[in-house]
C-alpha cells in the first residue's frame, strides 16, 4: 500500500511531538486514513543537532528538498515567528502539497491569504495547533458555523499567564518568582513578552476572529494589556473568594462591528472561566442555537500540539469533513 509521505519543517517542542506520535501512533494513522505514514523530510535550522534520527529521513536545512519531492503529499510546519515559515508553506501550497500549521504567529498575519491560496491551488490546510494547543476549538467552531451563528468569545488562551495568576494568588508569591517558577517548568520562554504581555493570546484571539466572523479587526483598535504590571498585593486586594482576577481575550460582534480586547479583568463565581487554573486554557462560546459552551484542556505542550495536527491530519484523509479548507471559504 503506497505510504502518504510527509515533511516536518522544525523539530523542536512541536516537531518532535508530531515526529513521536507519528511513529507511536501509527498503526492507528494507518486505521483512520487508509495508509501508512512515512516522515520523508524534516527540515530544521541546525542539522548538527539531529545525528540520531532515522537515516532514511532527509534531514535538510533547504526548503527545495521538499518542494522538489513529488512524493510529500503533507507539510507539517512547527517553526517559530513569520518568515521563513510564511514564505515556506506558500511554496508548498503552489508545489501541491497540504500543509498543516502549528505557527499562531504567521497565521494571524497570514492565514486568511494562505487559505486562498490553498484555494486556488485545490490543496488543503489544516491550523488547529494554533489555537488553544489541544482543544479541538478549530474544528468545533467550523462544525458550529455550520448552522449556529456565533456573537461571542472569550477565552483564557495563554498557559503561561494564567499559570503565573494561579502562582500568585494560591502562593501568595511575587509576579517575578512566579514567572520564574513557569521558565523552571518549562512553560515560559526565556524571552516571556508574547505570553506575559498578551500577545500571544492576541494572535489566538485574531485566528478565531477571522474564522468566526470572517475577518479581524484593525489591530490598533485592540485594547491589549498585559499581566507584568500585576503584583501579589492587587490581586489580594481586588478579589474576594468569589471573584478572580483572569487574563481573558474577548471577541464579539455589536451591532455588525467587532471588539476584542486582551486584558485582565475580574470574573464571578458563575463565569465559565472562572475555574480554570494553571496552565489550562479554556474557550467559552456564545451562539444563537446551542447557547453557551466551554471547553477547557491543555493548551500547549508537545503532544497535546501535536495531537491537533494529526486531527487535521485525519480529517484530511478520511474525508470525512470535504477538505478543511472548503468550509472556511
Ligand atoms: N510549544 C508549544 O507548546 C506550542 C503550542 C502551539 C503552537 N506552537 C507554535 O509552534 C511553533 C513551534 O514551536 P516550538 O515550541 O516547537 O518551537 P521550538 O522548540 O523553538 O522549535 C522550532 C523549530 O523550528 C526550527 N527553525 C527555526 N527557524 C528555522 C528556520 N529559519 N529554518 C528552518 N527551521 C527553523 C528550529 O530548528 P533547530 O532545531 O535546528 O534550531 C526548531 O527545530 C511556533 O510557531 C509556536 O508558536 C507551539
Keep these: 500500500m503506497k505510504p502518504i509521505h510527509v515533511a516536518l519543517l522544525g523539530l523542536g517542542t512541536v516537531g518532535e511531538g508530531v515526529y513521536q506520535t507519528i511513529q507511536t501512533h501509527q498503526d ?3 486505521q483512520v486514513t487508509g495508509r501508512p505514514v512515512h516522515i520523508s523530510a524534516i527540515l530544521i535550522e541546525h542539522p548538527d543537532k539531529y545525528t540520531h534520527l532515522d537515516k532514511e529521513i532527509t534531514i535538510t536545512t533547504d526548503i527545495q528538498t521538499i518542494l522538489q519531492n513529488p512524493d510529500i503529499d503533507v507539510v507539517f510546519e512547527a517553526i517559530v515567528g513569520i518568515e521563513p515559515a510564511f514564505s515556506y508553506l506558500k511554496q508548498c501550497i ?6 498543516i500549521t502549528a505557527n499562531k504567529e504567521m497565521f494571524a498575519r497570514h492565514g486568511f491569504e494562505l487559505k486562498q491560496l490553498a484555494q486556488k491551488h485545490d490543496t488543503t490546510l489544516g491550523y488547529d495547533a494554533t ?47 512566579a514567572l520564574e517558577q513557569a521558565q ?13 504581555e498578551g ?19 484593525d489591530w490598533a483598535d485592540i485594547k491589549r494589556i498585559g499581566i507584568s504590571d500585576i503584583s501579589a498585593a492587587d490581586l489580594a486586594n481586588s478579589q474576594t473568594a468569589e ?48 447557547g453557551n459552551l466551554t471547553l477547557t484542556g491543555p493548551g500547549a505542550g508537545a503532544l497535546p500540539t501535536a495531537s491537533a495536527m494529526l486531527e487535521d491530519f485525519c480529517t484530511l484523509f478520511s474525508k470525512k469533513i470535504s477538505t478543511i479548507n472548503k468550509v472556511l471559504a
Design 28 to 30: 492507528r494513522l494507518q
Design 94 to 99: 503552489i508545489a501541491g502539497k497540504s500543509i
Design 131 to 177: 489555537t488553544a494547543g489541544g482543544i479541538p476549538i478549530i474544528q468545533t467552531i467550523q462544525q458550529l458555523l455550520q448552522v449556529n451563528q456565533i456573537h461571542k468569545i472569550q477565552g483564557i488562551l495563554n498557559g503561561t499567564s494564567n499559570y503565573i495568576l494561579t502562582e500568585m494568588r494560591e502562593q501568595h508569591t511575587s509576579f517575578e518568582i
Design 184 to 196: 523552571t517548568l518549562g512553560y515560559a520562554e526565556a524571552d516571556p513578552t508574547n505570553d506575559i
Design 199 to 217: 500577545y500571544d493570546a492576541l494572535y489566538k484571539l485574531m485566528i478565531l476572529s477571522e474564522l468566526t466572523f470572517g475577518e479581524q479587526p
Design 243 to 290: 471573584e478572580k482576577i483572569k487574563h481573558i481575550a474577548t471577541i464579539q460582534q455589536i451591532e455588525g462591528k467587532l471588539h476584542a480586547a486582551v486584558e485582565p479583568i475580574s470574573v464571578t463565581t458563575t463565569h465559565p472561566l472562572y475555574a480554570i487554573e494553571g496552565v489550562d486554557n479554556a474557550v467559552y462560546i456564545e451562539t444563537d442555537l446551542i
